[in-house]
């Protein structure tokens, strides 16, 4: 078990352009979840999956963010037309269905637009 | 909807110092609630969690009490480390998803 990865680490991109995000979760869950962070808050739930279906989506998914996860395996997490706004951490999480939702969170992805 | 409010950092103490760093939340039902650890250049960890009232949840010499009556998850340690400087989060979650309150730093110092 080599816990969750996502890929890349660091991402610096300029105004409009599109980015994807990748995370591998842990190969037994069946949910998981992206969430964004930003500087001095607590991480902001963004969606989740529980294996290819997408349950949940907060409003802080505008039009420009799609994420899928095609095979209930890995997942990828798209930016079009990114925004200065849109500079954060990208932390990608995953547990199984049943428990207390104890989640496993990725060291994150790193998003900055200049 | 579902809130975490935290006491506002940093919070810096001396070595062996006693640790509270306190939380209450607002949901609806019985929510679970932990506590999650972020060191630096580090990824969340969980710390500790409670899943119903009166719980107690402990991890490395930390504890937190789950009290309904009152809404809170205080987290305490009774003699903290230089090691344990991190961001500390307490969080709930209901049927699906987490909700994390914005954090506080624990700056300890030799």
């Known amino acids: 078990d080599t816990g969750v990865s996502q890929d890349p680490r660091h991402k610096i991109t300029k105004r409009g352009q599109n980015v994807t995000f990748r995370c591998d979760p842990i190969?037994?869950?069946?949910?998981l979840y992206w969430y964004r962070q930003t500087l001095g808050q607590g991480p902001e739930f963004l969606t989740y999956?529980?294996?290819?279906?997408?349950?949940?989506k907060s409003r802080l998914l505008s039009d420009r963010f799609s994420a899928e996860r095609p095979k209930g395996s890995f997942s990828t997490l798209e930016i079009q037309r990114t925004e200065q706004g849109d500079s954060a951490m990208y932390l990608c999480a995953s547990s199984p269905s049943s428990g207390a939702n104890v989640l496993t969170f990725g060291a994150g992805s790193r998003l900055t637009v200049l | 909807g579902d809130s975490v409010t935290q006491m506002e950092g940093p919070v810096t103490l001396s070595e062996e110092a006693f640790l509270t760093i306190n939380c209450t939340y607002t949901a609806t039902g019985y929510p679970s609630l932990f506590w999650y650890v972020q060191y630096p250049g580090e990824g969340l960890q969980l710390l500790l969690k409670?899943?119903?009232?009166?719980d107690k949840g402990s991890n490395k010499g930390f504890e937190a009490t789950y009290r309904k009556e009152t809404t809170s998850f205080h987290l305490e340690k009774g003699s903290v480390q230089v090691s344990d400087s991190a961001v500390y989060f307490c969080?709930?979650?209901?049927?699906?998803?987490?909700?994390f309150g914005k954090g506080t730093m624990l700056l300890v110092s030799p």
């Open positions: 409670a899943t119903k009232a009166d």
């Open positions: 969080a709930l979650t209901g049927y699906s998803t987490l909700t």
């Open positions: 999956f529980q294996n290819e279906a997408q349950l949940e």
């Open positions: 190969s037994e869950h069946n949910r």
